[in-house]
């Protein structure tokens, strides 16, 4: 059964720092495209951060760049969001989400999905 579980989130004032993980298992993360999208309350779920196979090419959305960072470790076969002066826009569910086709940012092409984890920048 492949599963991706996050974990990391959290309260954080803003200007502040957290760092997502996701853990896959029952599947190889390094045969897979791997993405962190978010969903605010009330919006749709966006693309945030995407990653390829070996960790050599990242993509960020445009308001996030500069300020996270993607990374994956295939041996612990976990992948990680870095994230540094967040603000109270970076408030949302964080998903993480593999795809085993090339890099995207469209969440239908990513196949399996985490439970979210929670992220919340006070002001």
């Known amino acids: 059964q492949v599963q991706l579980v996050e974990s990391g989130g959290g309260l954080v004032q803003a200007g502040g720092s957290l760092r997502l993980s996701c853990a896959a298992s029952?599947?190889?993360?390094?045969?897979?495209?791997v993405g962190w999208f978010r969903q605010a309350p009330g919006k749709e779920r966006e693309f945030v951060a995407g990653i390829n196979w070996w960790g050599t090419y990242t993509y960020y959305e445009d308001s996030v760049k500069g300020r996270f960072t993607i990374s994956r470790d295939n041996a612990e076969n976990t992948v990680y969001l870095q994230m540094n002066s967040l603000n109270p826009e970076d408030t949302a569910v964080y998903y993480c989400?593999?795809?085993?086709?090339?890099?995207?940012?469209?969440?239908?092409?990513?196949?399996?999905w985490g439970q979210g984890t929670q992220v919340t920048v006070s002001s």
């Open positions: 989400a593999g795809s085993p086709r090339g890099v995207s940012r469209e969440s239908t092409i990513f196949t399996s």
């Open positions: 029952g599947l190889r993360l390094r045969t897979y495209i």
